[in-house]
T-cell receptor
C-alpha cells in the first residue's frame, strides 16, 4: 500500500459527460501529480500541484482541469468526454518538488467512455 | 525536451535467466533516473533509483547504473523469478530551470513474462 488513495477505482460513463477523479496523497506529502496511461500514448504527465498551487502542466487537454484543496487532496475534472479519453488515470504524491524525491503512486482510476 | 526510450517488448524468459532491459534518455541538466514496476491491476512502485552519474541503484536483485556518457540506465537481474512478471518503466525527473523537478517522464514500458 503506497498510502495514496484514488477514488473511484472504475468509472464508466458516456461521451459528452463530465467526471471527477479524486486523489488523497500520503500523509505529509505536499506535491500531487496526475498521469494518464493509455495504450497508444503510454504514461503521460498531466499536471502537478504543490501545496495548493499549480506548478507545471504537461499534455493536459483544455477539457481537463485539476485543483488541490487546502487539505491537500486533489481532484481531476474531465469534461465533454470522448472515447479517446478512456484510460487509466494515476495520481502520485511526494514530499517536495526536487528531482530526487520519490513519487508514490495510487492504484489508479480506470475510466471507460462509451 | 526530456525523453526516455526503452527496448521494445514484450520480453519472455525462463525462470533463472538473466534479464536486461535497455533504457536511454535525453535530458537537459542532471536528471535523476528511476525504474518503476507495475504488477497486474496495481499502481506503479519504485524499484530503484540513481541521482547522479555512476550511481548504482539496486533493489530485490535488480540493478541499474547511471551512465552519463552513454545516457543510459539499463535494468539487469541475474536470475529472474516468475514473480518478476510485470511491466517495467524507466523514467527520469528533472526540469532544469522550471519549478516542477519532481515530474516524471516515462519510457513506453516493457512487459516481462517469466515462465517456470
Amino acid at each position: 500500500d503506497s498510502g495514496v488513495t484514488q477514488t473511484p477505482k472504475h468509472l464508466i460513463t458516456a461521451t459528452g459527460q463530465r467526471v471527477t477523479l479524486r486523489c488523497s496523497p500520503r500523509s505529509g506529502d505536499l506535491s500531487v501529480y496526475w498521469y494518464q496511461q493509455s495504450l497508444d500514448q503510454g504514461l503521460q504527465f498531466l499536471i502537478h500541484y504543490y501545496n495548493g498551487e499549480e506548478r507545471a502542466k504537461g499534455n493536459i487537454l483544455e477539457r481537463f482541469s485539476a485543483q488541490q484543496f487546502p487539505d491537500l487532496h486533489s481532484e481531476l475534472n474531465l469534461s465533454s468526454l470522448e472515447l479517446g479519453d478512456s484510460a487509466l488515470y494515476f495520481c502520485a504524491s511526494s514530499v517536495g518538488v526536487t528531482e530526487n524525491t520519490e513519487a508514490f503512486f495510487g492504484q489508479g482510476t480506470r475510466l471507460t467512455v462509451v | 525536451g526530456n525523453s526516455v526510450t526503452q527496448m521494445e517488448g514484450p520480453v519472455t524468459l525462463s525462470e533463472e535467466a538473466f534479464l536486461t532491459i535497455n533504457c536511454t534518455y535525453t535530458a537537459t541538466g542532471y536528471p535523476s533516473l528511476f525504474w518503476y514496476v507495475q504488477y497486474p491491476g496495481e499502481g506503479l512502485q519504485l524499484l530503484l533509483k540513481a541521482t547522479k552519474a555512476d550511481d548504482k541503484g539496486s533493489n530485490k536483485g535488480f540493478e541499474a547504473t547511471y551512465r552519463k556518457e552513454t545516457t543510459s540506465f539499463h535494468l539487469e537481474k541475474g536470475s529472474v523469478q516468475v514473480s518478476d512478471s510485470a511491466v517495467y518503466f524507466c523514467a527520469l525527473s528533472g526540469n532544469a530551470g522550471g519549478t516542477s523537478y519532481g515530474k516524471l517522464t516515462f519510457g513506453q514500458g516493457t512487459i516481462l513474462t517469466v515462465h517456470p
